[in-house]
């Protein structure tokens, strides 16, 4: 069984930085996979009063987020169901995809870490079965 990844490593998180510091906008591509249902063990603050699937639990944490995001200047570019990869493993599948431009990677480390945006990021953590996030900078700007 392949491993799941939800949280970010001290060690990634360090690669992160070093590789993305003084580079201008990051942006995040998130690839997720929601739970059935929402699990929200040892978050019960947040527990909804009937149960949720991962989808809605999701939902729910970018209602609260996106507040957040915006006041840290950083926007979304993209949210919406995933396919099939074209080019890319069969048996990998995901059920969304999500784009968010930070203005820095400071600018993100300070969202991350903003109490407002933490008090509700377990609804994240109750929706995912899994995720990926690969974080990139612009090579060419076409505009």
């Known amino acids: 069984m392949m491993s799941k990844h939800i949280q970010a ?13 003084n580079k201008g906008k990051v942006v ?3 690839l997720l996979k929601f739970k059935e249902v929402a699990d929200y063990t040892n978050l019960e603050q ?25 006041k840290a200047g950083s926007k979304i570019i993209y949210y919406g169901k995933a396919g099939s990869f074209l080019i890319g493993p069969d048996t990998e599948t995901w059920d969304a995809v999500l ?3 930070h203005q820095s990677v400071l ?17 994240r953590t ?9 974080p990139g900078n612009e090579i060419m700007n076409n505009t």
Do not use: I, W
């Open 46 to 70: 947040l527990r909804p009063s009937s149960p949720v699937s991962g989808e809605e639990a999701y939902q729910r944490y970018m209602d609260s987020t996106l507040p957040e995001l915006e």
């Open 126 to 134: 109750a929706a995912l079965e899994d995720s990926r996030l690969l």
């Open 99 to 101: 784009l968010v431009e």
């Open 107 to 123: 600018k993100f480390m300070e969202f991350a870490q903003n109490e407002d945006y933490l008090k509700n990021a377990g609804h």
């Open 9 to 21: 490593s001290p060690e990634a998180g360090k690669r992160f930085y070093q590789a993305f510091h």
């Open 28 to 30: 995040m591509l998130n």
